[in-house]
């Protein structure tokens, strides 16, 4: 098993993570050290500049992730916002703004930056579409996971195992196209 730092303060994704690399002969292990997040409406710029602030503070290899629901009738919002969306509106008051909206289109995105020391950082990205659910259905997961419901399924992502979640979530293919690179690298 092969050890990968994960900086991250969230807890949903380090499980996500975790259960998705463990098979592919990986131990994800949280380090919650923090970083700013930068303001723009760009999820790769706010990993990369993750990865420059990290680097000087860390000694080892790890990896980082920003990630966002982007929902088409809002212009994308809440975005590179989402955290901050979700602690203060929170999903009744997404729900409340597509109250009107026939176009309930969304998209999960999700860029992990990866880096070793001496080494071009890693860059990988996944996306994940859906739609925005009429309420809230199930506890599993967190932050927007009761109120998205992927293409091709009828329930939402709060109402799938984490295992489920991970096949075809922007995290899970994130996270695969991340393991083909280190992969080639070796
Ligand atoms: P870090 O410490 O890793 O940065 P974070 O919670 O700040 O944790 P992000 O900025 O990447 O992470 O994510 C922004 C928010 O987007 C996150 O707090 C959730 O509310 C939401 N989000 C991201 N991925 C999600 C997922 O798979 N399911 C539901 N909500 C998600």
Not at 35 to 43: G, I, N, R, V, W
Not at 99 to 126: H, L, M
Request: charged content about 25%.
């Amino acid at each position: 098993m092969k050890t990968l730092y994960f900086i991250t303060s969230n807890k949903g994704k380090l499980q996500e993570a975790t259960k998705k690399l463990r098979p592919l002969g990986y131990a994800v292990v949280q380090k919650d050290l923090g970083y700013p997040e930068l303001q723009t409406d760009s999820l790769e710029e706010v990993a990369t500049w993750g990865i420059t602030y990290i680097q000087d503070r860390f000694d080892e290899a790890f990896m980082l992730e920003d990630a966002g629901l982007f929902i088409d009738a809002l212009e994308g919002f809440p975005g590179v916002y989402s955290k901050y969306v979700f602690f203060t509106i929170g999903l009744p008051g997404i729900l409340r703004l597509l109250q009107e909206a026939d176009n309930r289109k969304a998209v999960f995105r999700s860029v992990y930056a990866y880096y070793e020391p001496g080494k071009k950082p890693i860059i990988v990205t996944g996306e994940c579409n859906g739609t925005i659910s009429q309420k809230q259905q199930g506890k599993n997961g967190f932050g927007y996971d009761p109120i998205f419901i992927p293409n091709g399924e009828e329930k939402t992502f709060g109402e799938m195992t984490i295992d489920k979640k991970n096949k075809f979530s922007h995290r899970g293919r994130a996270l695969e196209k991340l393991i083909a690179e280190l992969n080639t690298l070796r």
